[in-house]
């Protein structure tokens, strides 16, 4: 792993090293373990040429969003900063020199290279003029550096990481809602609820996607416009939608008083009045009845309007099941009649040249134009 010490000597006297004052430092199997504050990298990749200088796989990024959030994070955050990664560094040689007083040693690099982490070095070399170095010192960052065959294996691990990570979606964080934490442990009875594989109910065990449960949940939300249920309409919708829980359109879908029987009720309704959409004459679907086609959640949020949706996720003297099953494919059909009658009179000119009902039908300012018609 390491160069016998007297090869260390010979390669510190004929390159110039790098030095570290680590507030920690151990040696391990695979190399090194030092912690270290961003004030003692603050220089590292400060140079224009930094990125062939230290090895880089590839130079520095500029304000790619995710770096943009990393100096914000360092601004802001700065005890967080190296809690959400490492960096990893190769050398020819690493030697400690014990310093005369605890935590006083002082570590020599030679032969350094950035095997992983060079846009976050970047961002502390960007921000080393803005912020004190008292700031900088409240950033704590873990590096790993490798010598000999474990620097060649790291290297080659990284250059090819992407094929082994699994990047982090907004639905991923689902699980850090705490009214989706509560509705995981609720009684499905024979079903159960995730919001990486969705849910699954019936006595047949339906699975439905988190898509599919997060559709229902926005068309019998209880809020009188069709927000939720025109941004879960799309995958893009729902990627926003999913992404802030601090918004009140997230708040109107996914809220604390959700319950396993909620939810069974409002995939149940809106699989049924999209059955029934499904299942109308194709003759409905030409000129403006192409809100049929390209805004199916629409009619499903406006033909769920007559169910007392306040009482969806608790007791209730409205029998769901038979409701559901009896009057809701009717009333979508009514819905769908009403509502493209209603596009119809609003918007004559929708189909002509230049526009067109698959970029028009999906618009929120539409949907909303359409929410109070009569059905």
Known sequence: MNSTYSSVERLLAADPAFSLRPLQVAQLTRGWAVD??????????????????????????????ANVELARMLEERPEDFGAVGQIVLGADAVQLQPGPRLFADTLFVVGLECIDGLQRLRVI???????PREHLRRAVIRLEIRCGAERDRARHAYDAEDR?????????????????????????????????RGMTAGPHGSRFSMAEVTSALAC??????????????TPEGQEALWSDRTSAVYRSVFHGSMTPVGVMRAVEAWRTARAALADMPRKSRQGHGHLIEYAPDLICWKACRWMPLMSLHGKSAFRWDREIDRQLPARTVRAAEALVARYKELHPEHGRPGSSYKSEAPRLGLWRELADCAV
């Open 220 to 233: 019998l939300s209880d809020d009188p416009l069709p927000i939720a249920a025109n941004l879960a309409a």
């Open 125 to 131: 070399a960007d921000l080393r003029d803005r912020l």
């Open 36 to 65: 270290v504050t961003a004030a003692d990298l603050d220089m590292l990749a400060a140079s224009v040429d930094a990125p062939r200088r230290l090895s880089a796989k590839r130079g520095c990024l500029g304000d790619t969003g």
């Open 164 to 196: 082994y990570r699994n990047a982090s979606t907004a639905q991923d964080r689902l699980i850090r809602c705490p009214n989706i934490r509560r509705l995981m442990e609720g009684d499905w009875e024979k079903g159960d609820f995730d919001p990486r």
